[in-house]
């Protein structure tokens, strides 16, 4: 049985995702660059940061991962997914964690929100659809 995103995280990542206050990016949880600071997310970087807003003494830090989360990995850090289901692992032996927490079905391929995001270039509204009928 696959389980389902925490009610209360899943509500928090919809909003997010449809409220317009995030830019959207590709291939990497948050980026930004000198000539332009202000930060864009893929779907999944959105989670981390509803999780980094939500607890103390966890910051975004480029590339370095000590109580912070990369710019730079195409997967929440397992805290992250624990934390949005529940406390429900999703791992099975040598699987990661992040792929087998944020799979979905699309157009009938198993495939990932990451590549709903980086590959079919989907908008965050269409993204948030999928995670509300499938997670």
């Not at 003494?57 to 992250?80: A, C, L, M, R």
């Not at 999703?90 to 079905?105: P, V, Y």
């Not at 948030?128 to 997670?135: M, P, S, T, Y």
Request: glycine residues 4%; negative net charge; contains cysteine.
């Amino acid at each position: 049985m696959k389980h389902k995103l925490n009610p209360s995280v899943k509500k928090k990542w919809l909003d997010a995702l449809r409220s317009g206050k995030y830019t959207q990016c590709r291939a990497v949880l948050k980026k930004t660059s000198d000539s332009d600071p202000s930060p864009s997310f893929c779907c999944l970087g959105v989670l981390c940061d509803i999780y980094i807003n939500e607890h103390d003494g966890v910051e975004w830090k480029h590339d370095v991962y000590s109580n912070t989360i990369q710019f730079s990995d195409n997967f929440p850090p397992d805290d992250v997914i624990v934390w949005a289901y529940n406390g429900h692992e999703h791992k099975r032996k040598s699987d990661n964690l992040g792929e087998q927490a944020f799979q979905i079905k699309h157009n009938g391929f198993n495939l990932n929100l990451w590549q709903l995001n980086d590959v079919n270039k989907k908008s965050f509204n269409e993204i948030a659809d999928v995670i509300e009928d499938q997670l």
